[in-house]
């Protein structure tokens, strides 16, 4: 996906500024129905959802290697062998 046609800050965005953003965008379509602007309004979202769902991504795969590192620790200390 090129990200060039989304917001210059939309990296350092968190996951509920970009639900904002998305949800914004669905009332701007639902008010301009008629209106020429939806095709680029519904590939905008497109986009903005793909990012999002990358997004959540690599942070679920943050949380889950950190949670791993934890039990390791936890097992470290109790003693018990890891894998």
Wanted: charged share 45%.
């Amino acid at each position: 996906m090129k990200q060039k046609n989304l917001p210059d800050d939309i990296e350092s965005k968190s996951l509920d500024e970009l639900k904002e953003i998305l949800n914004n965008l669905i009332e701007k379509i639902e008010r301009n129905k008629a209106s020429n602007q939806s095709e680029e309004d519904y590939l905008e979202i497109f986009k903005l959802n793909k990012f999002i769902e990358k997004k959540f991504q690599n942070t679920s795969r943050e949380i889950s290697e950190k949670n791993k590192l934890k039990i390791k620790q936890i097992l470290k200390k109790d003693g018990k062998k890891t894998k």
